[in-house]
């Protein structure tokens, strides 16, 4: 079991730039999750997808934010164009219904 | 919004010695659940409580739930150096999906 895989585990760049942030979730997970943590705010949920379909993504701050999910075994989150507050840590996580989530080890995002 | 508060937010105690973290929520849930976080990794579930429940154990690890007073506890027994890490309750509320609000974390500190 590979568990939730998340690239890249680090991103440095500079204000402006687009950010793309990658997640492949356990096979046979059909819930997929996106989380975004720092310091002052914690642990927020962004968006997540049931069956690939987005089903709530009232936590995505705006509309430089967006998450698409073109297949089970895939999904990105997109920042475009990125900011310094957009820097944190983003997770990944996945789970079948009704049981807990499967977190990946995060993208550590620094926006300079 | 969170939904579950931790207490405390930061807890050092001496190898051996039991930890205990709360959590308090606000409405209405399915279950509560447990995870740990170490530093620069992801959340990892611990244990789910559901809603009907009042107490379950895993290992040395021993939770409360009680709903009328929208609160939960984690009792760690006979804590190890490796238990140093954040931990997180989580709540499942009502026709809320797979999704969870997670509360602010206790940081736990286990000195050998």
């Known amino acids: 079991d590979a568990g939730v895989i998340q690239s890249p585990r680090h991103e440095v760049t500079e204000m402006g730039q687009e950010v793309t942030l990658r997640c492949k979730p356990i096979s046979g997970h059909d819930y997929l999750f996106w989380y975004r943590q720092t310091m002052m705010r914690g642990l927020e949920l962004l968006i997540y997808f049931n069956n690939n379909v987005p089903i709530d993504d009232s936590g995505m701050p705006e509309d430089r934010f967006s998450a698409k999910m073109p297949n089970a075994s895939f999904s990105t989150l997109k920042i475009q164009p990125s900011e310094p507050r957009d820097s944190a840590v983003y997770f990944c996580?996945?789970?079948?219904?009704?049981?807990?989530?499967?977190f990946g080890d995060g993208t550590r995002l620094s926006i300079l | 919004s969170q939904q579950g508060e931790e207490d405390p937010q930061a807890l050092s105690i001496q190898e051996g010695e039991n930890a205990t973290m709360n959590c308090s929520y606000k409405?209405?849930?399915?279950?509560l659940q447990w995870y740990r976080q170490n530093s620069g990794r992801g959340l990892v579930h611990l244990i789910l409580?559901?809603?009907?429940?009042r107490e379950k154990h895993s290992g040395r690890l021993r939770v409360t739930l009680d709903t009328s007073k929208k609160s939960s506890s984690l009792l760690i027994t006979a804590s190890r150096a490796a238990d140093t890490a954040s931990y997180f309750c989580?709540?499942?509320?009502?026709?809320?999906?797979?999704?969870?609000?997670f509360g602010g974390g206790t940081r736990l500190m286990v000195k050998p």
């Open positions: 996580a996945s789970s079948p219904r009704g049981q807990p989530q499967h």
């Open positions: 989580a709540t499942d509320a009502y026709n809320a999906g797979n999704m969870l609000t």
């Open positions: 409580i559901r809603s009907n429940e």
């Open positions: 409405t209405s849930i399915n279950n």
